[in-house]
């Protein structure tokens, strides 16, 4: 029974222990639910927790942008000043001068460039021209404009200078920690052309915020997209649209396709990498996004862009193209110092300020340079061999020369012999303008024989006296060591007398010859010790003369007596087409036209006469007639050519510049002909002004008087209408005018033409 109870027992527990491990089941599932309920109340807590805290920081995010960005637009519309000094509508930059010479239509044509560090060129932008393809518009196309927009700023015709999405971007790049905030429209890129302000700082791109938003509430947009197209870097050293389509593709901006276009618009995002000459893949790459942009924004068609996309463009990158040269020639050289100074002159800059403002001023020069005469002057002094002559200590011979028209411009010039290597600047030494020397001789008829043409002293056929005669304890003497006696002025002037020329400056007294040649001709190389009688007479002076003096001193002997201030340009324009220089010099009356007339037909018996000094030139225009005069001075240490066509004339010196004797006395005749002989050929031929108060008398070579029939020996002279000789003493008849003579023979001869015509045509019958 023990055993029984007990197992009873044991089993009575066991149903105990079956219960309360039923019941231990049951608490522990209500505490799992209860955990699990709590673990999930603690996670939607959680999340409501983090969720509320990313809302705060949101929240904050928002409140501290908003309050940087009040603070910042307080700063910017009330702290910084925006203001430019720079004038948009007559723009005062570093620009390149231009010069430009006329063709043989007559049109002007560019010549050459002239830059300092900024190479640009000045184009202006008609927006309406532009649209509507205006004829002989000049100016910025529309596709350059819309392609630059395109990629540039497409808002650009809608915001007020500022893209203010772009920039709020650009801002948040700043608070990445960027160091590249980008955003810059076309106006705020044109704010950092014109300043240079390169700064990394926030302030820095406030400043050109608000400066952009300046220009846009002073300026109109056509204002401000043309001259950003005409400031931009667009590499090579080259600004502006203008030299980067000259540059580029050997065009001017006006003529480029629209393919062309984009390839310019693809440089800017950065000029070292997308050159398309230096990196044509990148560049070619960048121009299809342009392209794209275009098409997108509605510049260009679909024809168009795929026109476009397949046009291949053909990369000139030529230096050439900017008609820029290494080494000037001597015009250039001089035209650059003369408007220097007359810029200096006029607008009371310094030198340094003048030469400066020269190369920068992005001035048009319009010069009085004949390529074609240029190219002959540049071919014959270059020729050192042929011309060059060597002196003591092997020293080269120097030689210079001035070609120029009747009516002061000037152009040729050379300024030594051999070939030119450096270039003279504003400061170099030019001997066409820089090199006075004596001009011996050449001084007798500016000095002399003209003014006493002109006051009535002397007539073409006066019989003077050459004979030694005492000045003051001086006394001339002729280049042939001898004297004369009685003879013409005709041939006095023929074989170059000293003692005539000095007789009569003393006549006229030397002031008056010193007044005629300093106001009148213009030639300010004298000095007050050249008032007396060898320097004015025989030339032999203290200061001296250039070849530009001197050529236009002698143009009034085949222009009718007129002399005309020597100039290298007629005009300079500034990059607005503003004049600033005129070079055009109004006419001063030297000598009257009868005077200027008589001078020439006695300079022509210089070369043309059987004793005359340059009787070696006859040849040199030998469908033209030409008048001249020879030069040498003390030691032949300086020999001249001076005298013109009826196109031009010309004025050659050579010598050495340490003074020696010249072995060869011909030089400057020669390099005198080898210029002017290639300059006048092919020309139409024709005569010099005539005037009818010059008249053509037959003079009697005994006395010097209106020939008669009785005379014995006669020549024609040229006379003033009011100062024609009396009738020779000889007696008999006044011999008729040669015009009348003349005349009578040329009709005789038709007549004897017409009748041998006549009798031909009788005997065919």
Not at 523 to 529: C, F, H, K, P, V
């Amino acid at each position: 029974m023990a055993k029984d109870n007990n197992d009873i027992f044991s089993f009575s527990n066991s149903d105990d222990s079956q219960k309360n491990d039923s019941l231990d089941l049951n608490s522990f599932s209500s505490n799992a639910i209860d955990n699990e309920r709590k673990r999930r109340r603690r996670k939607k807590t959680g999340k409501r927790r983090a969720m509320t805290a990313v809302l705060t920081i949101f929240l904050v995010g928002i409140i501290t942008v908003s309050i940087v960005a009040a603070s910042f637009l307080l700063y910017a519309f009330t702290m910084v000043d925006g203001s430019m000094d720079e004038d948009l509508d007559d723009l005062k930059l570093n620009f390149t001068t231009t010069i430009y010479t006329k063709d043989k239509s007559g049109e002007w044509t560019e010549y050459q460039r002239l830059h300092g560090m900024y190479n640009r060129i000045w184009v202006p932008y008609d927006r309406k021209s532009a649209q509507e393809g205006a004829e002989n518009y000049e100016g910025i196309p529309e596709n350059v404009v819309n392609a630059f927009v395109a990629i540039e700023d497409k808002r650009f015709r809608v915001h007020d200078g500022v893209d203010w999405k772009r920039t709020l971007s650009a801002f948040v790049n700043l608070l990445q920690g960027s160091k590249s905030y980008g955003g810059s429209t076309i106006t705020q890129q044109l704010v950092k052309n014109l300043t240079n302000d390169n700064s990394k700082r926030v302030s820095r791109k406030v400043r050109e915020i608000m400066r952009a938003r300046y220009l846009e509430g002073h300026y109109s947009k056509d204002t401000i997209i043309e001259c950003y197209l005409n400031t931009i870097a667009m590499g090579h050293g080259i600004y502006g649209v203008e030299v980067a389509s000259n540059y580029y593709f050997d065009k001017n901006v006006k003529d480029l396709t629209v393919a062309e276009c984009a390839t310019l618009a693809a440089i800017t995002k950065s000029p070292a990498s997308y050159a398309p000459d230096t990196h044509p893949e990148a560049n070619q790459k960048r121009r299809i996004t342009v392209l794209n942009e275009m098409l997108e924004q509605g510049y260009i068609t679909d024809e168009q862009y795929e026109a476009s996309k397949a046009e291949e463009v053909n990369i000139v990158a030529s230096k050439e193209a900017l008609n820029e040269n290494e080494v000037n020639n001597y015009f250039v050289d001089a035209l650059i110092v003369q408007v220097t100074k007359d810029l200096a002159a006029k607008y009371n800059y310094d030198e340094a300020h003048a030469a400066n403002n020269f190369y920068s001023g992005g001035y048009k020069i319009y010069a009085t340079i004949d390529p074609s005469v240029q190219s002959v002057v540049d071919t014959v002094f270059s020729n050192s061999k042929a011309y060059g002559i060597k002196g003591k200590n092997d020293a080269q011979l120097q030689g210079a020369i001035t070609v120029m028209d009747y009516e002061g411009h000037v152009k040729g010039l050379a300024g030594g012999i051999g070939e030119k290597t450096v270039n003279l600047g504003t400061s170099g030494f030019n001997r066409a303008t820089d090199a006075i020397r004596q001009p011996g001789s050449t001084m007798k008829p500016i000095s002399a024989y003209a003014p006493a043409i002109e006051k009535g002293l002397i007539n073409y056929s006066s019989k003077v006296n050459d004979k030694a005669t005492n000045y003051n304890g001086w006394t001339p003497v002729n280049w042939y060591r001898s004297y004369r006696g009685n003879v013409t002025v005709q041939y006095a002037l023929e074989v170059s007398m000293n003692t005539i020329p000095v007789q009569l400056v003393n006549e006229m007294t030397p002031q008056v010859s010193f007044d005629f040649l300093t106001k009148t001709l213009g030639i300010n190389t004298l000095t007050n010790e050249d008032v007396n009688l060898s320097p004015l007479g025989m030339g032999g002076t203290n200061g001296g003369i250039t070849t530009l003096e001197s050529a236009g001193a002698f143009s009034i002997f085949g222009n009718g007596g007129k002399f005309y201030k020597p100039s290298l340009y007629y005009a300079v324009y500034d990059q607005h087409n503003k004049e600033v220089l005129n070079g055009e010099a109004e006419p001063v009356v030297a000598i009257g036209e009868d005077t200027a007339e008589v001078m020439n037909h006695l300079l022509q018996n210089v070369v043309y006469g059987g004793s005359g000094t340059g009787k070696g030139a006859a040849g040199f225009v030998p469908n033209m007639k030409i008048f001249a005069k020879t030069g040498t001075s003390n030691n032949v240490n300086d020999l001249w050519f001076v005298g013109g066509s009826p196109y031009y004339v010309a004025s050659c010196w050579c010598g050495f510049d340490e003074q020696q004797k010249i072995s060869n006395t011909s030089i400057a005749r020669t390099m005198w002909g080898a210029v002017m002989s290639k300059i006048n050929s092919g020309l139409e031929a024709k005569e010099f002004p005539h005037t009818d108060y010059a008249v053509r008398r037959y003079y009697c070579n005994e006395t010097g008087l209106l020939a008669t029939n009785a005379c014995g020996s006669v020549s024609v002279g040229w006379y003033k209408s009011d100062n024609v000789p009396g009738i020779c003493s000889h007696g008999g008849t006044v011999l008729d005018s040669p015009d009348v003579v003349e005349k009578a023979e040329k009709e005789r001869a038709a007549q004897e033409n017409s009748n041998s015509a006549e009798d031909q045509a009788a005997t065919q019958q």
